[in-house]
């Protein structure tokens, strides 16, 4: 079994920063790629950064120049620090990961979501 616990959402002001952080858990032989994703309400889910086992990182271009997506292979933990916030920075995130648990067995997994909310 494997789980994704993502922490460091919250309440800010425009303009300030936000560290997003996910740990994976569990029966891991290996992590490939790994994302942030969010939805705000009415829209669907949209991928926002993500990085290879290589930490190639891609942004969408909403945020590129002002987030960084990051990985510690040691840690199995992706982060995601987001600055310059602004209001349409709004919505639940959610990490994901592309997780090998053994030579032949693959899947992708989801965290729970934490919430992100700039407003003033």
């Known amino acids: 079994q494997v789980q994704l616990v993502e922490s460091g959402g919250g309440l800010v002001q425009p303009g300030d920063s936000l560290r997003l952080s996910c740990a994976a858990s569990?029966?891991?032989?290996?992590?490939?790629?790994m994302a942030w994703y969010r939805q705000a309400p009415g829209k669907q889910r949209e991928l926002v950064a993500e990085?290879?086992?290589?930490?190639?990182?891609e942004y969408a271009d909403s945020v590129k120049g002002r987030f960084t997506i990051s990985r510690d292979n040691a840690k199995n933990t992706v982060y995601l620090q987001m600055n310059s916030l602004k209001p349409e920075d709004t919505a639940v995130y959610y990490c994901f990961a592309d997780i090998s648990r053994s030579t032949w067995y693959r899947s992708d997994y989801w965290g729970q979501g934490t919430q992100v909310t700039v407003s003033s």
């Open positions: 990085i290879t086992s290589a930490d190639s990182p």
């Open positions: 569990g029966t891991i032989f290996s992590i490939n790629t």
